[in-house]
């Protein structure tokens, strides 16, 4: 019976909500025949028309392509450099008020500043990505690893493990769950940004599709493009937790159900 219930609530119970979202909408876009809310059979028509594999290729695809390239590039240097800055303890204090300045400006106002510095071009909207995603793992780094159970240091110093195995084997793993955090974060505003980046004199990409069709009036085809957006957010959400799972499982982070 306890099997059964975990099953119900790991499958079931994340569904619950969309489905309340999505019969919501029904009732409200049928009283309400409102232009800006368009019914279901037309936002899916819309949807198999802008999303099918030439569209998939035209727009789809450059977009991926940059999120691919910029968050990659964004988490490795995060994590290279928040080791450093969290083992020197004078870059730390010379870095904090510039982590903190990019920290409180929002992301998506830095948009312009890179497109009218380096272009419009795909190069460009990966740095932005990049960016997005370095802030955001950098914090959670330095906080990881400067906040590390005193006990996991005892450890290392008696088993003498030091240098590069000490920062694998020790350091790293104990503030894997702080640096996840920070990539599962970072992979959400990786994916707002790669979306923002393609409202710039962009002809291609999800973004561009979306914002042309909302100015030509097409809300059909701009709520095609919201919900791609957001299917391709939950798809990715989806991938990092099933990447995770075998390190939150060793970690003792991760709870396994067992029933009779």
């Known amino acids: 019976m ?12 994340p569904l ?72 020197l303890r004078a870059l730390r204090v010379a870095s904090e008020p510039i982590i903190a300045f990019f920290l409180a400006l929002p992301s998506v106002a830095i948009v312009p500043i890179f497109i009218v510095l380096f272009g419009p071009g795909p190069g460009t909207k990966q740095l932005i990505i990049a960016q997005a995603v370095f802030f955001q793992v950098l914090v959670n780094v330095i906080d990881g690893l400067s906040t590390l159970d005193p006990t996991l240091a005892q450890s290392a110093d008696l088993f003498k493990i030091h240098g590069f195995r000490r920062l694998f084997l020790v350091d790293l793993p104990g503030a894997g769950s702080q640096i996840l955090a920070g990539a599962r974060a970072g992979l959400s505003l990786g994916v707002l940004v790669m979306i923002v980046s393609e409202l710039f004199n962009t002809r291609f990409g999800i973004g561009a599709v979306t914002l042309s069709a909302q100015s ?30 075998p390190y939150l499982r060793r970690a003792g982070l991760l709870q396994t159900t067992t029933g009779a």
Do not use: C
């Open 2 to 13: 306890r099997r059964h219930t975990s099953w119900a609530i790991r499958f079931v119970a």
């Open 16 to 87: 619950l909500m969309p489905v309340v979202l999505l019969g919501g909408y029904v009732l409200f876009a049928h009283w309400q025949s409102n232009l800006y809310f368009p019914s279901l059979p037309r936002i899916y028509s819309a949807f198999k028309t802008t999303w099918s594999p030439h569209g998939l290729r035209l727009n789809a695809w450059p977009s991926l392509s940059n999120l691919l390239l910029g968050y990659p590039a964004g988490l490795l240097s995060a994590v290279l450099l928040g080791i450093l800055v969290a083992r």
């Open 216 to 245: 030509s009036f097409d809300f059909p085809t701009m709520w095609a493009g919201m919900v791609f957006t957001a299917i391709i957010g939950i798809g990715l959400n989806g991938l990092f937790s099933l990447a995770e799972r």
